[in-house]
């Protein structure tokens, strides 16, 4: 991604683990075959929903109906049932810029059926000449850690956010300046001033027809106010104030906790929180973050361009987190395990290629008949949110890596037939 900051590393124990933070904001190709991401349900293929959407404010979003693509409606688990492993790939910036990173996932996940989050950066829709429509909390008109897109990726990037949303992906939000340290953080800003940051990024998406002047350009075929659900804050900072605002504007998750586990997760001032994970890092003693920055920094410390040698090894190492990862947790506890991820070439594009292929081997886990749902975190929590609070309260008993005492049916048996609602609330 043009000009992006690597600033704002974190440093997250796991006991003795050592689990490095997130910076940075992503973007790649078009193309394949439709599901639900969700191992069973409709592919929900609906025509051209854009063929009646009704435009919204300036024509740069549309009121496009029901999404297509969609999982067939979730239902709460009976006594007795094995949960499915839900695992979801997520990207943060989610922007094009000509490395035709941004269509291939989208190729990827159409071939096997998958849905998955891009947390859009509002930045990457609105030209440089305009950034000082910009005003970042704490930061100078137009500041930006992340580099403002040209025309092109600004198109592009247009292009392929509304592909993802028409094959049934999720669009949330990266916010918008991407600030990760100094006195500008975002680690300091008040309820208040996230309160600020989302509005900008919503009229950033909203507004880019006025924005940008393209005039050649269909709407995106979402109304965001509706979509926007969920987040992921820059270097996984700054949570605690954004989730009363959050609350108050209506979002069901946020996916900015550092330093998670792969646990059933907790509702946070009314919200899911869904963190990144710590997994296995094949080879070291410690777990890493299950993002490719947290792999980049542990292997190379912070470079983005170490000597290619080491990358035969680093994307096999890297790779095979993720899958110790997934394969943890589906011959366990079940955990929903969460992927965050940049389009980014660093170090050769090796962590690009090991998600890739950590994807292919869940994918192929799914195909072979396993219940494992592949899917954006909005699809993940309106199945939560349907679940009886006894059965997501007995799923939340199991630590990393424990199987149900007596199997999934034993175990499960004695969780009732009451009234659904994912209603825990957390510390």
Known sequence: MRDISRRGLIGLGAGTAA????????????????????????SGDSGNPTATARPLGDGSTADSGA???????PVPLEPGQTPPQFVVFSWDGAGEVGNGLFPRFLDLAKAHGAHMTFFLSGLYLL????KRKYLPPNNRPGASDIGYLTDDHIRATLTNVRRAWLEGHEIGTHFNGHFCSGFGTVAHWTPKQWHSEIQQAKAFVKEWKTN????????????????LVGGRTPCLLGQDNLLPTARELGWRYDASSPGGRQVWPVKRHGLWDLPLQQVPFPGRKFEVLSMDYNMMFNQSKNS??????????WRQQSAGAYIAGFQRAYETNRAPFFIGNHFEHWNG???????????????QEKEKGADVRMVSFRQFVDWMDVQKPE???????????QQP?????AYMSDTGKGGSGGTSQGA
Request: proline share 9%; glycine share 14%.
């Open 304 to 313: 983005t361009k170490a000597p290619a040698y080491n990358y035969p090894a």
């Open 127 to 130: 030209p440089e000449s305009k």
């Open 391 to 401: 059965v997501l309260a007995k799923l939340r008993r199991l630590e990393v890596g």
């Open 212 to 227: 940008t002047g393209f005039s050649d350009l269909p709407p995106l075929p979402f109304d965001y106010d509706k979509e």
């Open 19 to 42: 689990a490095m933070g997130l910076a940075a904001c992503g973007s790649h190709q078009d193309g394949a075959k439709s599901g639900d991401g969700s191992g069973k349900g409709s």
């Open 67 to 73: 999404q297509p693509s969609q999982p067939d409606k």
């Open 405 to 409: 005492t007596g199997g999934w049916k």
């Open 349 to 363: 594009g090796i962590y690009m290629d090991s998600v890739e292929e950590a994807f292919k081997h869940i994918a």
